[in-house]
């Protein structure tokens, strides 16, 4: 926690002394000026924030929010960092992903700000056989290398490690992690892999190789298929678990087992909650190193990627922001490894622009924004120490749910797990549906004249497991409806929007309604008249007075125009002629959905 200097000055002597009391009184007063009437005792509460996991942000935070103390980074619990001077030295490993082999593209990165090489191997990924071509020109004993080769990896680690001594690097010099994850492929496949050559593995790099690591416990699969933080660490720490026990059945001790791991992790644009779920994550798996009977092992290596699931399809740059903000979460948060996906990771296989920007990304916040000069920045912070004990306690709790199913193998095989992760799924889904949970570009402030840039196809990812899932899926489904129509027709479906009074009256909620009906690919019209707009349908416009005045005879002019459909901007009333409601918290995609299939666009 933060220690201030005891130098005899206090800024706050000619100050009177306030209480929590007196700020929750405040702040009664100021709801009530918007119009919320609620008491000096309830008024924190209204200005709160329900997250997942059943955890709430609160608007205030004291010292009177306590929080286990989080320790010395480098030492137990490891909540502060895994290592005593963090990544202070040289910031985070920068590391990028390749799919695919592209000329040159490994050269062109490592070149220009990437520290290490994260390689996806496989039929339609990297060949194994190309694998060495994928490293031509790479100093081996410089730029560690990270595998991904799914139920390949004995003879993809093997290749590397024959690579590493065909080109003279010697054993104590390699650095990378070998990539093992039968779990974890097992949640993106379905399909069950033998552990015994990972065992084989782990002791060769446990005795031959002690830069080089065997598994890597992926959180990915669970982040991807819908799973909410607490449940991507409790998934994590059963995995790690879980091969912690065979890894030490097999003969390895658990500081050895322990060395072997490397743990893999989401990085959202929630910044708060991304840094929160790393220092969690370091707390928890201390926790079971210290059960494990070996405390000092317990400093959890950690890889984070920004997520796949937030990055959208249309409006692609705004990506460029999101990934900027999961970076320096994942950075302040006190990752090892960073991995920032291309803003146009969605579209397909990213350009060098794409990967410029990327890796770019990293350099800029730890070269220009020196955000590796102090570890864990955001240290001492009531909110976030006290975020990061509720996320520790929330993840253990779903790590000792999995432990009770009999593990993360028998939780994934009975459909449990995926259950679960479904659950946290739809909810969420329903959040973004309803725009309470906004995508910018997408759910708001969409441009349907944009033209989205062209890539070639990515490899198709593995499949047969848990679900991939997406932030802007309803939202895309609705746009790929209104691009068919758009192609076979030559024009998108509209609406009219009939704008009552004068422009202070309904501007307001003429942006809303076009934002809205253009998340889903209907163009908005409000030059002319209904007949001249080539609308089938309308939408009133204006304020709640001119409604009770206007809304109901400019519905029935609507209708008498041929308009089949007439909304009203607003809270649901009583007007005649008005047939639905549109207005901040109604269900955006059911609505959208609904005015596609009646204007034919299907």
Same mark, same amino acid.
């Given at each position: ?15 009177p002394?306030?209480?929590? &009391?007196?700020w ?9 000026k918007?119009?919320?009437e609620?008491?000096?005792a ?13 955890l ?12 286990p ?7 137990a619990?490891f909540?502060?960092?895994g ?18 082999l592209v000329s040159d593209?490994?050269?062109?990165d490592?070149?220009?700000g ?22 031509d ?13 799914g139920?390949e ?5 093997r290749?590397?490690?024959r ?19 039968p779990?974890?492929h097992e ?7 033998p552990?015994?050559?990972v ?7 446990? &005795?031959?190789?002690p ?8 959180a990915?699969?669970?982040?991807e ?18 091969y ?19 743990f ?20 928890l798996?201390?926790r079971?190193?210290e059960?494990?009977g070996?405390?000092t092992?317990g400093?959890?290596v ?40 291309p803003?146009?990771h969605?579209?397909g296989?990213p350009?060098a622009f ?12 730890v070269?220009?924004s ?8 955001a240290?001492g ?19 000792q749910?999995?432990?009770?199913l ?9 459909g449990r ?7 946290t799924w ?7 549906a309803k725009r ?9 402030f969409?441009?349907?004249? &944009?033209?989205?840039? %062209?890539r %070639? ?5 593995p499949?047969?497991?848990?679900p991939r899932?997406?932030r802007d899926?309803?939202y ?7 691009d ?10 509209r ?11 309904h ?8 934002n ?7 163009e ?9 707009s080539?609308a089938? &349908?309308a939408c ?10 206007q ?8 209708k ?5 459909q007439v ?10 002629d ?11 995609v059911?609505v959208?959905?609904?005015t596609?299939?009646?204007?034919g666009?299907?």
């Amino acid at each position: 926690m933060t220690v201030l200097p005891n130098d005899g000055l206090s800024l706050a002597a000619e100050f009177p002394a306030t209480t929590h &009391e007196q700020w929750q009184r405040l702040v009664e007063g100021v709801l009530r000026k918007a119009g919320k009437e609620v008491s000096a005792a309830t008024a924190e509460e209204a200005l709160s924030t329900a997250l997942e996991d059943g955890l709430t942000t609160h608007p205030l935070y004291t010292a009177h929010d306590e929080a286990p103390e989080p320790g010395f980074p480098g030492f137990a619990p490891f909540v502060r960092g895994g290592r005593p001077e963090g990544n202070t030295v040289g910031g985070w490993d920068v590391r990028q992903r390749h799919a695919t082999l592209v000329s040159d593209s490994v050269l062109a990165d490592l070149e220009n700000g990437v520290t290490s090489l994260w390689l996806t191997v496989g039929p339609d990924a990297i060949p194994l056989a190309s694998l060495g071509r994928a490293l031509d020109g790479v100093y081996l004993d410089l730029a560690p290398v990270v595998l991904d080769a799914g139920q390949e990896v004995e003879p993809a680690a093997r290749e590397l490690l024959r690579l590493y001594e065909e080109r003279g690097v010697a054993k104590e010099a390699a650095r990378g992690n070998l990539g093992a994850d039968p779990l974890g492929h097992e949640a993106r496949t379905g399909e069950e892999l033998p552990f015994a050559p990972v065992v084989g593995l782990a002791r060769l790099c446990a &005795e031959e190789y002690p830069g080089v690591r065997a598994l890597t416990v992926d959180a990915l699969p669970y982040h991807e298929a819908g799973g909410s933080a607490a449940q991507e660490l409790g998934a994590s720490l059963a995995t790690g678990v879980a091969y912690l026990r065979e890894l030490t059945e097999a003969g390895l001790t658990v500081e050895q087992a322990c060395a072997q791991l490397e743990f893999r992790y989401a990085a959202t644009a929630d910044q708060f909650l991304t840094i929160a779920k790393l220092r969690a994550a370091r707390r928890l798996w201390a926790r079971v190193a210290e059960v494990s009977g070996a405390p000092t092992a317990g400093a959890q290596v950690q890889h984070a990627v920004t997520s796949p699931v937030m990055m959208s399809r249309r409006d692609p740059w705004v990506n460029m922001l999101r990934t900027t903000v999961a970076t320096l979460a994942a950075g302040v948060g006190g990752a090892d490894s960073v991995t920032v996906l291309p803003f146009d990771h969605a579209l397909g296989l990213p350009d060098a622009f794409a990967r410029r920007i990327a890796r770019n990304t990293s350099t800029i916040l730890v070269e220009e924004s020196h955000l590796a000069r102090v570890i864990d920045p955001a240290g001492g912070s009531w909110y976030v120490e006290r975020l990061t004990d509720e996320l520790a306690h929330a993840g253990w709790e779903f790590f000792q749910w999995i432990e009770g199913l009999g593990g993360p193998a028998a939780a994934l095989r009975s459909g449990r797990l995926g259950e679960a992760l479904a659950t946290t799924w739809a909810a969420r889904s329903a959040k973004l549906a309803k725009r309470r949970e906004p995508i910018t570009g997408v759910s708001e402030f969409p441009n349907l004249a &944009e033209r989205l840039p %062209e890539r %070639e196809p990515a490899p198709v990812p593995p499949s047969g497991g848990l679900p991939r899932v997406r932030r802007d899926e309803a939202y895309e489904a609705l746009r790929a409806r209104s691009d068919a129509h758009l192609a076979a027709t030559g024009s998108r479906p509209r609406v009219y929007l009939a704008t009552i009074g004068p422009a202070a009256a309904h501007s307001a909620r003429t942006t809303f309604v076009s934002n809205l009906f253009q998340a889903g690919g209907i163009e908005p019209v409000t030059e002319g008249t209904f007949e001249e707009s080539g609308a089938t &349908e309308a939408c009133l416009c204006s304020s709640d007075t001119l409604y009770e005045e206007q809304a109901a005879t400019v519905a029935a002019e609507l209708k008498a125009a041929g308009a089949s459909q007439v909304f009203l901007a607003g809270r649901p009333g009583q007007y005649t002629d008005v047939d639905a409601y549109v207005f901040a918290g109604c269900d955006a995609v059911a609505v959208l959905s609904a005015t596609l299939d009646r204007m034919g666009a299907s």
